[in-house]
C-alpha cells in the first residue's frame, strides 16, 4: 500500500510544480520562469525539481503541451456541442469559444501564441501535433461545407503550387483536410488571433469599453465570407 500513496503524492508534487510556473508566467512572464525560483515558493529543494524537469526548457514543454490540450478540448467539446447545426453556427461558436478560452486562460494563451520565450526551442514531434489538434473541429467543419458545396472558394484567389506544397505538410495532422480548407483555417485563426491579443494584452483604446462586441462582428464577417449563407 505504501507505494500507491507515494505515486498519488508524486503526481501532487508535479501539479504543484505547474501551478506555480503559470502564476509565474502571469506575473513575470515566460521569459523569467526558473525553476530554482518555483521550488522556493514551494518550499522544496531545486533537486526535487530536477525529478521531473532537468530544466526549464522541459517544463516549458509541459506548460505547452497542457495549454494545446486545454484548448484543443474547448474546442471539441463545442463541436460537439453542435454537431447537428448547420455549419454557419458550428463556425461562428467555435470563433467564440476560442475567444472565451484565451481571455479565461491568458497565460497559457501567450505561453503558445505570444512573443517567443528567448533560448527555448519547441520539440516539434511533440507540439506540433499538439497545436494541430486545436484544429482539427475547425478544418472539420470547413471540410464539411466544401463538400456540401458552402465553401465560398469563388470569393478567393487560387492557390499557388508553393502554398499548396506548404499546406500539405500540414494535411498529415489534420485528418486529410483540403489544401483550401487549411488555408482557410489558417487564415480564420489570424484574423481572431489580432483581436485576442489586443484585448489580452489591453491595447484597445479605452473607448472600446466591450472588445467582445469587435470580436463577434469580425466572426460574423468571417462566416458570412467563407459561407453562402445569410449574415447570422
Known sequence: MPRPKRIVQDQELEQ?????AWAQIQEQGAAALSLRGIARQLGIAAPSIYHYYPNRDALVTALILDAFLSLA????????????????VQLAVLGLVYRQWAIAQPQRYQLVFGTPIPGYIAPEELTLPAAAACFVP??????????????GLKRFSPLTPALSAMLDAWAQF????????????LIFWSRIHGLIMFEVNGQYPSFISDPGEVYAREINNIVYQYLFTEEL
Open 174 to 185: 489534420e485528418r486529410g483536410a483540403a489544401a483550401e480548407v487549411l488555408y482557410l483555417a
Open 138 to 151: 475547425l478544418t472539420q467543419v470547413l471540410q464539411s461545407a466544401l463538400k456540401d458545396g458552402k465553401l
Open 73 to 88: 478540448a474547448a474546442q471539441q467539446q463545442a463541436y460537439s456541442a453542435t454537431s447537428g447545426d448547420h455549419q454557419a
Open 16 to 20: 504543484a510544480i505547474k501551478n506555480t
